[in-house]
């Protein structure tokens, strides 16, 4: 586990499109995630986003790979101070313990004194329970994007 650096846009751009053909299949049109591959755009966006400090992210390897990844920054809403924009770790990893150890390295990260939301498809059960196991619980907002229903999860401050 260590702090992610723009040269790790590719590897992170590799795990998230593994990661939701495998975790939305069912949930996301099939031909939408078949369609799904990892592009120059998406690798330079995430690149100019970890150069520039307005995320931040960890990775997790194994065997010198990539292989989960977590990224948060700033909230992009008023629902928190700071934001879970993405956790994921690659299938052949998933129950191994590596997603808790990103959220904890995440959490440790980020100020006791920030609250800390993040958004998750109401449809996604695996990941709903691994926030809930994790401490975060509903705040009871929702939305709606590209018409897929999200619920909103809090942390709430955690002190001095």
């Given amino acids: 586990m260590r702090t992610a650096t723009p040269d790790d846009a590719a590897a992170i751009e590799n795990v998230r499109i593994a990661t939701w053909k495998y975790a939305y299949r069912g949930v996301l049109d099939d031909g939408y995630l ?5 592009t120059e755009p998406n690798v330079a966006l995430r690149r100019q986003a ?4 307005r995320t931040r992210a960890f990775v997790a390897e ?3 790979e ?10 992009r809403d008023e629902l928190a101070d700071t934001e879970v924009y993405a956790i994921y770790v690659l299938p052949g990893h998933l ?13 440790a990260a980020i100020p006791a004194d920030r609250s ?9 059960p ?5 926030y809930e196991r994790f401490g975060f619980t509903l705040s009871g907002h929702t939305k709606v994007d590209d018409g897929l229903e999200e619920v909103h999860y809090l942390l709430a401050a955690r002190g001095d």
């Fill in 34 to 38: 078949d369609g799904l591959a990892v």
């Fill in 126 to 130: 695996r990941a709903r329970r691994f």
């Fill in 62 to 64: 194994s065997g010198g």
């Fill in 95 to 107: 129950s191994t313990g590596l997603g808790r150890a990103l959220m904890k390295e995440t959490v």
């Fill in 66 to 75: 990539v292989v989960g990844f977590s990224m948060y920054g700033d909230s």
């Fill in 50 to 53: 970890l150069s520039s400090g």
């Fill in 116 to 124: 800390i939301g993040l958004w998750v498809l109401t449809g996604n």
